[in-house]
């Protein structure tokens, strides 16, 4: 199970970002697959998931209604869109995979992509 986020970058306070979380169609299907974030200094958190077979979602509160998490299935490609984002947001960000449904905590997932940095300035 391979995962590679990417989409990263620098972006000013209000302004939106989409990550891409690069997945085979087999991973996409088999796996829930989470959004977490790791800020300087802190523990990592939990963002949103993806919960197969349907890709229902659910999002922590502090980025609810922000952040969407969708699927290109053409591409097997999973999309975190981050809209009108704070200071607060930066970090960087990963995808991972899940055999578990809905989980919300990092341990229950067993396969990471590598992170990207996410940095909003203000």
């Known amino acids: 199970v391979q995962l590679q986020a990417s989409g990263g970058g620098v972006v000013q306070v209000g302004g939106s970002l989409r990550l891409s979380c690069a997945a085979s169609?087999?991973?996409?299907?088999?796996?829930?697959i989470g959004w977490f974030r790791r800020a300087p200094g802190k523990e990592r958190e939990f963002v949103g998931v993806?919960?197969?077979?349907?890709?229902?979602?659910v999002y922590a509160d502090s980025v609810k209604g922000r952040f969407a998490i969708s699927r290109d299935n053409t591409k097997s490609v999973m999309y975190l869109q981050m809209n009108n984002l704070k200071p607060e947001d930066t970090a960087v960000y990963y995808c991972?995979?899940?055999?578990?449904?809905?989980?919300?905590?990092?341990?229950?997932?067993?396969?990471w992509g590598q992170g990207t940095q996410v940095t909003v300035s203000s």
């Open positions: 169609e087999r991973t996409l299907s088999m796996f829930d």
């Open positions: 991972a995979a899940s055999s578990s449904h809905g989980a919300f905590r990092p341990d229950f997932y067993s396969h």
């Open positions: 993806s919960i197969r077979p349907i890709g229902r979602t």
